[in-house]
């Protein structure tokens, strides 16, 4: 069966404020879930630093509860590296702890394989 979604844009639409991190897309589904988007060209760890940051804005602040948060990053030109760096593992473990068992995956092919 089809879920409705909503795509939000975050940068410069959600958040607007330029002094701040934020990732690119929200996508929230009917089930209460949220993906979390940042398309990239080549900086995992600046990608990184944008989705935890769009968390800590949008969610940790006003205490906005999900069912589940997921994080998603598409890497455009580098393939996507095999290692997982600490910044990666931290943001697993938040998801995992705080948000409903979330996940988080990157990749550098288009979105519609991972949602």
Same mark, same amino acid.
């Given at each position: 069966?089809?879920?409705? @979604?909503?795509?939000?844009?975050?940068?410069?639409?959600?958040?607007?404020?330029?002094? #701040? &991190?934020?990732?690119?897309?929200? @996508?929230?589904? /009917?089930? +209460?879930?949220?993906? &979390?988007? /940042?398309?990239?060209?080549?900086?995992? /760890?600046?990608?990184?630093?944008?989705?935890? $940051? =769009?968390? +800590?804005? &949008?969610?940790?602040?006003?205490?906005?509860? #999900?069912?589940?948060?997921?994080?998603?990053?598409?890497?455009?030109?580098? $393939?996507?590296?095999? @290692?997982?760096? $600490?910044?990666?593992?931290?943001?697993?473990?938040?998801?995992?702890?705080?948000?409903?068992?979330?996940?988080?995956?990157?990749?550098?092919? =288009?979105? /519609?394989?991972?949602?």
């Amino acid at each position: 069966s089809k879920k409705e @979604i909503v795509v939000y844009k975050v940068d410069g639409g959600l958040i607007n404020d330029n002094d #701040v &991190l934020k990732c690119d897309y929200g @996508i929230y589904t /009917e089930d +209460d879930w949220l993906f &979390l988007i /940042e398309l990239k060209g080549k900086d995992l /760890e600046h990608a990184l630093d944008q989705i935890n $940051s =769009t968390i +800590d804005i &949008l969610l940790k602040q006003q205490n906005i509860k #999900v069912k589940k948060l997921n994080a998603r990053i598409v890497l455009s030109k580098v $393939s996507v590296p095999r @290692i997982h760096t $600490s910044k990666e593992n931290k943001l697993k473990q938040l998801l995992c702890k705080f948000y409903g068992g979330g996940d988080y995956k990157k990749q550098s092919q =288009t979105l /519609e394989d991972s949602i």
